[in-house]
C-alpha cells in the first residue's frame, strides 16, 4: 500500500461514524483501524477542519434576454460562482465578478 492509497483509506475511516449511520461496532472498529494506519503512516488530524463546499470557479453565461449578443456569439463574464453538493444535488452560488 502506498501512502496516498493509506491516506484515502484513513480518511474514509475517519468518517466511518454512529451519526453517519454506523453501527456503535462499526464506528469503533474503523476508529481501531484508522488509529493504526496513523501510527504506521504518521498521518496527524488537523486542528482546523477543511471548509465544506469551498470549491469555486470563473465562468461565462448566458443571460436569457431576446435580442442580446450573448445569444449567438461572446458570453457575459467571467463570474465568480462556488460550486455546493448536497447529496447528488450540485448548486451553484454566485460569488462576485
Known amino acids: 500500500m502506498q501512502r496516498e492509497q493509506a491516506r484515502s483509506k484513513w480518511d474514509a475511516l475517519r468518517r466511518m461514524t454512529v451519526a453517519r449511520g454506523c453501527t456503535p461496532h462499526e464506528a469503533q472498529a474503523a476508529r481501531v ?45 467571467p463570474y465568480k460562482y462556488e460550486k455546493r453538493r448536497r447529496g447528488r444535488v450540485v448548486s451553484s452560488v454566485y460569488r462576485g465578478k
Open 33 to 77: 483501524i484508522a488509529d493504526r494506519l496513523a501510527v504506521t503512516w504518521h498521518f496527524v488530524v488537523s486542528e482546523q477542519p477543511r471548509p465544506r463546499g469551498a470549491r469555486w470557479r470563473w465562468e461565462y453565461r448566458r443571460c436569457g434576454k431576446p435580442r442580446c449578443h450573448c445569444r449567438s456569439g461572446a458570453l457575459h463574464g
